[in-house]
């Protein structure tokens, strides 16, 4: 009985560490470029940039760069926003993490009913 149990268990582990897919490579400014010269639409690369979670940090001159090879700007705007969203799940993680069902109930500002000093 012990052997079957071992066994089963080991198979589910086996399954399951076998069905995790690899991460996409993230998406650089030069392929998006290079999609831009190839045809693709706006949607397809946006679809492109939400599935390989890419994350763009862009300053003035990535955007001069971009616009100058021909990248529109409903892509241009949607890869600065990539990193505002990232921002945004990031500190929901974190607000999830810390959250506190204490301040739910009692809010910030009171403190432990046991010791608020007008009681």
């Not at 010269?37 to 994350?55: F, L, N, P, Y």
């Not at 993680?93 to 009171?110: E, L, S």
Request: hydrophobic share 40%; proline share 3%.
């Amino acid at each position: 009985m012990k052997t079957v149990l071992l066994f089963c268990v080991a198979v589910v582990l086996t399954i399951g560490c076998a069905t995790t897919a690899p991460r996409p490579t993230p998406l650089i400014q030069t392929d998006i470029i290079s999609m831009t010269k190839a045809g693709m639409t706006d949607e397809e690369i946006m679809r492109r940039i939400d599935g390989t979670r890419t994350v763009f940090r862009l300053n003035s001159d990535d955007v001069v760069r971009l616009r100058q090879e021909g990248v529109s700007d409903r892509v241009v705007t949607y890869m600065l926003d990539t990193y505002t969203r990232a921002a945004v799940a990031e500190q929901r993680r974190q607000d999830a993490y810390y959250y506190d069902d204490y301040y739910f109930h009692y809010g910030f500002y009171y403190g432990h009913p046991w010791h608020r000093w007008w009681w």
